[in-house]
Structures are given as C-alpha cells and as structure tokens.
Nanobody
Framework: VQLQASGGGLVQAGGSLRLSCVAS????????MGWFRQAPAKGREFVAG????????YYSDSVKGRFTISRDNAKKTVYLQMNSLNPEDTAVYYC?????????????????WGPGTLVTVSS
C-alpha cells in the first residue's frame, strides 16, 4: 500500500483544515489507519486512528473533541477534519497503515508511511 497525504497549509488559529490520505493497492479496506504528526525537534506523535470498517476511532487527548478521523473505503481515502486549530498543532502530518495489532497510538504498529503534509497554524 502506498499513501499520499494532502490538504495541509497555513491557517490562522481557530481555523479548520481537512487532510486527505489516498491509498493505492487492493487491500486498503483490510487495515486500520492512523494519522500521526511531527513538530520540529519533536518525536512522532499519535493523532488519531480508525479501524478497517470505520466503526472504531481513537484520538490523542490533545486533539479529542477538535479533530475527527473518517474513511471512505470505496475511495481508498482516510480523512482528518481539524477544527479549532492552535499553533501547537503545527507539524508535518503523516498517514500510515496499521499492519500489526496493538495500540493505535504506537507508531511501531504502522507502516507504509506517506511523505506527509505540512500544517502551519499562525497565532
């Protein structure tokens, strides 16, 4: 599976963005998916995850109530709707495929990392 994330950009604090991650390959719907982010000089941080069917979603405490993850298996796409953005959300956002069981918050359970899309939130 190859992934391509898009939708990043520059937005003012309080604004919204929607990220998309399009997958190639035939088995997208078999896997859970996740969004992670990495700010300058920081490690990769879990943001949100979604099960293969979309029935279960998971969020980090820092984005819960502001971000929403969803997926459209027919379009092989996973989305991250980001509302009420603040400067602390500035990072490169990556989508990834959950190839192993275990916590969605553990990046070691994910692979096929896409190139990422930059989100910059100005104050």
């Amino acid at each position: 599976v190859q992934l391509q994330a898009s939708g990043g950009g520059l937005v003012q604090a309080g604004g919204s963005l929607r990220l998309s991650c399009v997958a190639s390959g035939e088995t997208f719907s078999n896997y859970g998916m996740g969004w992670f982010r990495q700010a300058p000089a920081k490690g990769r941080e879990f943001v949100a995850g979604i099960s293969w069917s979309g029935a279960s979603t998971y969020y980090s405490d820092s984005v819960k109530g502001r971000f929403t993850i969803s997926r459209d298996n027919a379009k092989k796409t996973v989305y991250l709707q980001m509302n009420s953005l603040n400067p602390e959300d500035t990072a490169v956002y990556y989508c990834a495929v959950r190839f192993r069981g275990g916590r969605y918050s553990d990046p070691d359970n994910f692979g096929s990392w896409g190139p990422g899309t930059l989100v910059t939130v100005s104050s």
